[in-house]
């Protein structure tokens, strides 16, 4: 049995591998465009964009780490079947719940491995994004500004451009919103804008042209505006130690529990919302992993085309009820957390169902998964 176990483990990690690093390479081919922008057109060291790609890593791998084992699973089983290695193991008194053995023993280990990334990859990932976007605005100051997307420049201030010069240095229709501390945000809707680089101090102006300034306080029941011909507005970039205190993409596991139960309102659902995710996206390793087991083993040569279609069309069903937790988020939490588990719950229903009744061959799925990978 221990070289039944070594066998399967060594036949899923190649596909793994290459599922892992394929999807990775396919969701960081999306951002490509702006990285190489960052690069070529804004000057931005390649120490940065190394920084930087490094961060965005945790949220690829929060998707991939699934859907890489899911792969995995089902070239390794269908790799078996198509050589009818499986009808031997089989005859040799390794059946389909042996086989789900080291493959729940695989899914423990990439569960492990998501559950790292959710608990401190995500929130490790997310401050070191803002630290290095501060760090390329600090030393090419503009490159991070995009036309018709707002960006962060400090935790507390927000840039809009309706218009980016190539180098990045001059904008024009600038929306800029501001938070003083301890007070109502400010908005300015300006001309044109400026960057001005980092002096000696460390702080990086914008000078902005022909533009007001609003200040709307309901407390108070003031509203302000005023306008400008020219205003240099000044914010420094050294992030604080403090990022993503309060920002649910900044914490971690523990820290998002600890405010789930001390949060109310809007807050408490965001807190609720990233928590749930994380986990369910942990946990589908191990229900993926198991749903593949009959999978992998009812395919019959097809290849590895079905074995991608299969995975695709997991993915997608996944990722549908993922978009639906989102949209209940705020308006029936309980709702977000029944959608965000009901994909895990009902596939690992599924693997018990059809484990408990395979015995040690296939006639408890009565041709039915085959027909289905047929039509494919």
């Not at 709702?335 to 408890?364: C, H, K």
Request: with cysteine; glycine share 10%.
């Amino acid at each position: 049995m221990k070289i039944t176990r070594k066998y399967l483990l060594a036949e899923l990690s190649g596909p793994f591998l290459l599922g892992l690093g394929s999807f990775s390479l396919v969701v960081l081919l999306h951002r490509f465009s702006r990285v190489a922008d960052l690069v070529i057109g804004r000057g931005v060291p390649p120490r940065l964009v190394g920084r930087l790609i490094l961060a965005l890593f945790p949220p690829f791998l929060e998707l991939t780490l699934p859907a890489a084992f899911l792969l995995a699973v089902l070239l390794g089983l269908g790799r078996l079947t198509a050589d009818s290695e499986t009808t031997a193991l089989a005859t040799s008194g390794v059946g389909m719940r042996e086989m789900a053995g080291p493959v729940l023993m695989a899914g423990g280990i990439v569960f492990s491995a998501a559950l790292l990334v959710g608990w401190h990859g995500i929130p490790w990932g997310y401050k070191e994004t803002q630290r290095v976007l501060a760090s390329i605005v600090t030393e090419r100051t503009g490159a991070g500004a995009t036309e018709h997307v707002f960006r962060e420049v400090t935790p507390d201030t927000l840039i809009y451009p309706d218009r980016v010069s190539a180098d990045g240095q001059r904008m024009d229709g600038v929306f800029l919103t501001f938070r003083p501390s301890g007070d109502e945000p400010l908005l300015v809707f300006a001309r044109d804008g400026h960057f001005v680089p980092a002096g000696e101090d460390g702080v990086v102006s914008l000078d902005l042209a022909d533009g007001t300034i609003h200040s709307d306080q309901p407390a108070k029941r003031v509203y302000r505006l005023a306008s400008f011909r020219e205003m240099t507005f000044r914010f420094p970039l050294e992030i604080p130690d403090a990022l993503g205190e309060d920002d649910p993409r900044g914490m971690t596991l523990p820290e998002l529990s600890r405010k789930i139960g001390e949060g109310e309102g809007p807050a408490r659902k965001a807190y609720r919302y990233h928590f749930h995710k994380r986990l369910s996206l942990a946990v589908s390793c191990l229900s993926f992993g198991l749903l593949a087991v009959p999978l992998g083993m009812a395919q019959r040569a097809r290849g590895k085309s079905s074995a991608f279609v299969v995975t695709m069309m997991l993915i997608l069903v996944y990722y549908v009820f993922l978009v639906a937790a989102g949209v209940m988020e705020t308006r029936a939490p309980a709702g977000m957390v029944a959608l965000f588990w009901a994909p895990n719950v009902l596939g690992l229903s599924l693997a018990a169902w059809i484990l408990w009744r395979s015995g040690r061959n296939l006639t408890a799925l009565p041709g039915l998964l085959e027909r289905i990978l047929a039509r494919k």
